[in-house]
């Protein structure tokens, strides 16, 4: 970020950000990292479990419908996977024995091909909180499968929270991650928080949930048009960028005493703002 505010990236020439008048700066206090796709690489695991639960639940008739399944789990990245399921087949007891399936594979993939975290996402998690700021970690994947995840990065004790949807009540693009996130680290304040993920239902959770800032990353499911379009403040190339977007200077302390624009406007280079 420049002096004057400028964010240049790889992906967009130049961005402002600009706090709207009489915007008071916000405290930052809370920082919800999505798992998959954000902080963890997903290596087309997640795909790969989908199509594994899709055949064997008997989901797809056809080539076509298996395409068609497959099409919307994309569309769909990051929202609670029984909530996919329940939405491909109509069928509750379907739904369940899917979800079930892909739980299973996920986990036995991640067992036989590890896992690793995006570049610089672990860095960037014990930058903030060793400036006090709280970190959450949540996902779509049932407690299990995220333990195993965690587990395998040795990543048990690297957030405050970590958060599953059933453990908060809805998935995405429901506000419940984060705002469960919220009162679980005791931050004080939506506008003090800042919701961070690589697919459109994070961004649509972030703002449900009155997020301050409301970040994209490139690194998964989404480009950046889905992600602006889905009313992301910046996007960001990936979660390593973040730091520098929130104002951390070289020395790793907040700048401004570690204070962020609460409803800053994104302007791209071209196109309309963000939301």
Request: net charge negative; aromatic share 4%; hydrophobic share 45%.
């Amino acid at each position: 970020m420049t002096p004057d505010g400028r964010i240049t990236s790889e992906f967009d020439d130049t961005a402002i950000i600009e706090p709207e008048e009489d915007d008071e700066l916000a405290d930052l206090e809370l920082v919800v990292l999505d798992l998959v796709g954000t902080t963890v690489v997903d290596d087309g695991l997640v795909e790969r479990a989908f199509v594994r639960a899709v055949d064997i639940a008997g989901l797809a008739g056809s080539e076509g419908d298996r395409e068609r399944s497959l099409a919307f789990v994309r569309r769909t990245m990051g929202q609670e996977k029984a909530a996919v399921f329940r939405a491909l087949t109509g069928d509750d007891d379907q739904a369940q024995h899917a979800t079930a399936v892909f739980e299973s594979a996920y986990a036995e993939l991640v067992a036989a091909e590890g896992v690793r975290a995006v570049p610089g996402a672990e860095e960037l998690v014990r930058l903030l909180r060793d400036a006090g700021v709280a970190v959450a970690l949540t996902t779509g994947l049932s407690r299990a499968t995220l333990d195993v995840v965690l587990d395998a990065l040795g990543w048990d004790d690297l957030a405050d929270v970590t958060l599953t949807a059933d453990e908060a009540g809805r998935g995405r693009p429901y506000p419940d991650l984060p705002l469960t996130a919220l009162l679980r680290t005791g931050a004080t304040s939506v506008d003090g928080m800042v919701v961070v993920g690589d697919t459109a239902s994070d961004i649509a959770s972030g703002i449900a949930a009155g997020a301050g800032l409301v970040v994209g990353v490139l690194s998964g499911s989404h480009d950046e048009r889905d992600l602006l379009d889905a009313g992301a403040d910046a996007v960001v190339h990936s979660v390593a960028d973040l730091a520098e977007l929130l104002g951390f200077d070289d020395e790793d302390e907040p700048a401004d005493e570690g204070r962020f624009a609460g409803d800053a406007v994104l302007a791209p280079a071209e196109g309309p703002a963000g939301r």
